[in-house]
């Protein structure tokens, strides 16, 4: 489609680009939108119906909505946020400039500005960053005939009406009504004799990462979001955790690599931006790094009368680190899934205790035939090499597992603590190991 726009454009046929603007799918404009520049960007958008617009303004990448905001008049900058959703127009003035948020805020409308204010206010990654202030909310104590006219009446100010929340007189929380119970109910009953008072909810400075856990662990659609006194101030819904789900996958992808997180996408991070996300943790591994030739170092004279235990280091490093990177990265996800918590670290230290004692000893017998038969090397030197094989295995799957625990426990990212930053511990391991067993098993 993009190329279809930008060929359009070239050919300045905008009758026909207006056509199929309107018969697109906003998804699939806002993907288009996405890879153009920033002056076709702003020409192929105003082309797009008022109403379709919004729709995909909201589904525009943040970085790439902030840029189609400086091309468009302020006139156009007001009616688009007055017309979004409260929480997807704040996720687009958060990354904006405070003078050019203000600028926006007095000229939109005053509930409008209430809204996006009361969002402004929470802490990012909290549900009250994510949450919406448009959602249907009816009191407990009204006839079903009065909260269905309530709804209709304010239909187009939600963003879904398939869950309505009950609240009391005080706005606290009693509980929630799907649409359909409305619907087909005795209009006459009362809406307390229909509230499920059952329902699940989290406070506003809940981390949006629980929120997404809760959502898949109760397979539900919406959440509703209270204060500390269980007043209903907001809703989660669905697709505000998808986005959720994305960017904590992409972070922890991210981090896992030894690369610092940027908000932007790949194609919207500068050289200098994508330099200073990755290059704090290369400094800091290769650093680290040179304690591994501090050891070979300290073990030179050892290797002049074993020349051949050179020819191993690399393999013992290499099998040890992807060892550890195993363990690490599927701790890391049963973490972020909740299937397993500090308490359990005594029983996944025992497990990976056993899967680490199986796969060292298939491994070490392989690499022991391996070294008599193809690399001809004396039968001491091989089993130096092996039983330094099985040990640094050993050592880096229970290595692979305590770190990314030990850090959730002191609520640190467990990304973190994944193959960049252990193989250069293993490593270390490895090495004083295997000299040490040459020393034993060769008399060195």
């Known amino acids: 489609m993009e190329e279809r726009i930008l060929s359009l454009i070239e050919e300045k046929d905008y009758k026909t680009l207006k056509s199929i603007l309107k018969e ?74 405070a003078n050019i948020v203000d600028k926006i805020l007095k000229q939109c409308s005053k509930e409008t500005r209430k809204d996006i204010n009361k969002l402004l206010k929470y802490e990012e990654d909290s549900a009250g960053s994510i949450m919406t202030v448009e959602y249907p909310e009816i009191k407990s104590n009204l006839l079903i005939s ?59 400075n809940t981390d949006q990462e629980e929120v997404a856990s809760d959502f898949q662990k109760y397979d539900i659609t919406v959440m509703p979001v209270v204060d500390s006194e269980k007043r209903l101030v907001g809703i989660i819904t669905i697709d505000d955790i998808m986005d959720v789900l994305e960017e904590e996958a992409t972070e922890d992808m991210k981090k896992m690599a030894a690369i610092i997180p940027v908000d932007k996408p790949y194609d919207k991070t500068g050289v200098f931006e994508t330099f200073k996300a990755r290059i704090p943790w290369l400094l800091l591994l290769m650093v680290s790094a040179t304690f591994t030739g501090k050891i070979i170092q300290s073990f030179e004279d050892k290797l002049a009368t074993v020349t051949i235990l050179t020819a191993f280091i690399p393999m013992l490093m290499d099998t040890g680190g992807n060892a550890g990177g195993q363990t690490s990265v599927s701790i890391i996800r049963a973490l972020s899934l909740n299937d397993i918590e500090f308490k359990d670290i005594f029983k996944v230290v025992f497990k990976e205790f056993r899967v680490a004692i199986l796969c ?67 490593d270390a391991c490895s090495l004083l190991v295997y000299f040490q067993i040459a020393t034993l098993i060769l008399g060195l």
Do not use: W
């Open 24 to 97: 697109s799918d906003e998804a699939d404009i806002a993907e288009a939108l996405s890879d153009l520049s920033k002056s076709e960007l702003a020409k192929v958008f105003r082309l797009i119906s008022k109403d379709k617009a919004v729709d995909v303004f909201a589904l525009l990448d943040v970085s790439v909505a902030t840029e189609l905001l400086e091309y468009l008049t302020d006139r156009e900058t007001v009616s688009l946020i007055d017309d979004m959703p409260a929480d997807d127009a704040t996720d687009i003035l958060e990354e904006m400039p």
């Open 146 to 204: 009065q909260a269905i006219k309530i709804i209709k009446e304010k239909k187009d100010e939600y963003e879904t009406v398939t869950t309505c929340f009950v609240i009391d007189e005080k706005r606290r929380l009693v509980g929630s009504i799907q649409l359909t119970n409305l619907l087909f109910n005795d209009k006459n009953k009362s809406i307390s004799d229909i509230v499920d008072s059952n329902i699940k909810y989290v406070y506003t």
């Open 360 to 426: 060292s000893v298939v491994l070490g017998i392989a690499n022991f035939i391996k070294m008599i038969l193809i690399d001809n090397v004396g039968y001491l030197v091989a089993l130096s090499v092996c039983v330094t094989l099985c040990l640094t295995i050993i050592i880096a799957k229970v290595i692979g597992c305590i770190l990314p625990m030990v850090a959730k426990k002191l609520r640190f990212d467990p990304a973190v603590m994944a193959s960049p930053f252990i193989t250069t511990i293993v």
